[in-house]
């Protein structure tokens, strides 16, 4: 799948994307003379994006983009900036799993002991998720008991 920038006075303005809809039954000969020139990417061969960012430098030819991308390591803000973003997204998740714990165990008429068991173990474990020394990001999130009896289903 070819990616492409707009250039507009020998700067990149857009991309590297997928070309706009409109213009995708264009020849490259076409687009190239409205701007969209072919980008050849230089990637780096790891990209861990927890610890490093990403950067990119254009070198524009005659036909095409050379579109760069250098990585360096992220800061001690980034980092804590990106545990924050996960963080943030996880509680959304186990206060949503909460609440299905909760609707379970208010009806336990409805559940077998077995069932029972495995609701309020699930529940423990969402509410315990963040006590360990483990980077948030490489925190196993817990199967609930709905999961781990249907997994085909879910």
Request: aromatic content about 10%; glycine content about 2%; overall charge negative.
């Given at each position: 799948?070819?990616?492409?920038?707009?250039?507009?006075?020998?700067?990149?303005?857009?991309?590297?994307?997928?070309?706009?809809?409109?213009?995708?039954?264009?020849?490259?000969?076409?687009?190239?003379?409205?701007?969209?020139?072919?980008?050849?990417?230089?990637?780096?061969?790891?990209?861990?994006?927890?610890l490093e960012?990403?950067?990119?430098?254009?070198?524009?030819?005659?036909?095409?983009?050379?579109?760069?991308?250098?990585?360096?390591?992220?800061?001690?803000?980034?980092?804590?900036?990106?545990?924050?973003?996960?963080?943030?997204?996880?509680?959304?998740?186990?206060?949503?799993?909460?609440?299905?714990?909760?609707?379970?165990?208010?009806f336990p008429?409805?559940?077998?002991?077995?069932?029972?068991?495995?609701?309020?173990?699930?529940?423990?474990?969402?509410?315990?998720?963040?006590?360990?020394?483990?980077?948030?990001?490489?925190?196993?999130?817990?199967?609930?008991?709905?999961?781990?009896?249907?997994?085909?289903?879910?």
């Amino acid at each position: 799948m070819k990616l492409y920038c707009k250039v507009e006075q020998g700067q990149v303005v857009e991309g590297p994307k997928l070309l706009p809809l409109h213009l995708s039954a264009r020849s490259d000969f076409d687009l190239l003379n409205m701007g969209w020139y072919v980008v050849d990417r230089a990637l780096p061969q790891h990209f861990d994006e927890r610890l490093e960012v990403m950067t990119i430098t254009y070198n524009i030819q005659d036909r095409t983009v050379v579109a760069i991308y250098n990585k360096r390591n992220k800061t001690e803000e980034e980092i804590q900036h990106y545990k924050n973003e996960i963080t943030a997204q996880l509680q959304e998740k186990i206060n949503h799993e909460l609440k299905n714990c909760r609707s379970k165990l208010d009806f336990p008429e409805k559940l077998t002991l077995q069932e029972i068991e495995s609701w309020q173990q699930y529940k423990n474990s969402l509410e315990n998720f963040f006590n360990t020394d483990i980077p948030v990001w490489d925190i196993p999130f817990p199967v609930s008991p709905a999961q781990s009896l249907f997994p085909i289903l879910n």
